[in-house]
T-cell receptor
Framework: SAVISQKPSRDICQRGTSLTIQCQVDSQVTMMFWYRQQPGQSLTLIATANQGSEATYESGFVIDKFPISRPNLTFSTLTVSNMSPEDSSIYLC?????????FGPGTRLTVT | SQELEQSPQSLIVQEGKNLTINCTSSKTLYGLYWYKQKYGEGLIFLMMLQKGGEEKSHEKITAKLDEKKQQSSLHITASQPSHAGIYLCGADSGTSYGKLTFGQGTILTVHP
C-alpha cells in the first residue's frame, strides 16, 4: 500500500495569507487527489492532480483559490490562497493505487 | 449526484460487544470503501468492496456489499477500545477512479 506524508501537519494562519501544503508518496502514482474536511463534516473532493496536465477541479473549487502543482509522479502541492476563516479545515492528499485508495495524515489548517 | 447515508450517526458500546454500521447509497455502488479516522487525523484504509454479495474481513472487522449493490455494512466482532474512532464509507463514482463521495461518518465509542 502507498505511504503518504504531508507537510505541514498543522498550521495557524492569518486571513489574507496563503499556505502551501506538500504531499509526498513513497511510490509513483498516476492519480493524486486533494480533499477537504471542514469541521464536523465529511470529506469533499477539491481536485484531481495528474502529472503532466492541469488539475481538474470539482464544482465549487477554482484554480485561483486552490492552485495545485504536480511536478512528478510522487509529489504534489496544494496552495490555499487568500485565506479566510471558512478555509479552516483538514486538507488531505489521496492516491489511487491498485484499485485501492489511500489518504495522507492530513494538514489541519486554522485561519484566524 | 450520489449520496451516502450512514447509520447510526454515533454508537456507544461496551468492550466485547458486537456492532454494525450501515452505509446506504442513493445509486448503485461500483466501489465501496471503508475507512477509519481518529479525531483530526487522516483516514486509515480498511476495505474495498466491488462485487455484489462480496464480503471481506480483516482481523475482527467484516464488511459486506449487498447483492443489489446499494448498501454496505461494517461489522465489528468483540469490540475493543482500539476500535474507537470515526468510520466513513466512500463510494466510487463508477466513471472516474479516486473521486469518492463520502457518508457523514459514524462515531464509535467503546467503553472498557
Amino acid at each position: 500500500s502507498a505511504v503518504i506524508s504531508q507537510k505541514p501537519s498543522r498550521d495557524i494562519c492569518q486571513r489574507g495569507t496563503s499556505l502551501t501544503i506538500q504531499c509526498q508518496v513513497d511510490s509513483q502514482v498516476t492519480m493524486m487527489f486533494w480533499y477537504r474536511q471542514q469541521p464536523g463534516q465529511s470529506l469533499t473532493l477539491i481536485a484531481t492532480a495528474n502529472q503532466g496536465s492541469e488539475a481538474t477541479y470539482e464544482s465549487g473549487f477554482v484554480i485561483d483559490k486552490f492552485p495545485i502543482s504536480r511536478p512528478n509522479l510522487t509529489f504534489s502541492t496544494l496552495t490555499v490562497s487568500n485565506m479566510s476563516p471558512e478555509d479552516s479545515s483538514i486538507y488531505l492528499c489521496s492516491v489511487f493505487e491498485g484499485y485501492e485508495q489511500y489518504f495522507g495524515p492530513g494538514t489541519r489548517l486554522t485561519v484566524t | 449526484s450520489q449520496e451516502l447515508e450512514q447509520s447510526p450517526q454515533s454508537l456507544i458500546v461496551q468492550e466485547g460487544k458486537n456492532l454494525t454500521i450501515n452505509c446506504t447509497s442513493s445509486k448503485t455502488l461500483y466501489g465501496l470503501y471503508w475507512y477509519k479516522q481518529k479525531y483530526g487525523e487522516g483516514l486509515i484504509f480498511l476495505m474495498m468492496l466491488q462485487k455484489g454479495g462480496e464480503e471481506k474481513s480483516h482481523e475482527k472487522i467484516t464488511a459486506k456489499l449487498d447483492e443489489k449493490k446499494q448498501q454496505s455494512s461494517l461489522h465489528i466482532t468483540a469490540s475493543q477500545p482500539s476500535h474507537a474512532g470515526i468510520y466513513l464509507c466512500g463510494a466510487d463514482s463508477g466513471t472516474s477512479y479516486g473521486k469518492l463521495t463520502f457518508g457523514q461518518g459514524t462515531i464509535l465509542t467503546v467503553h472498557p
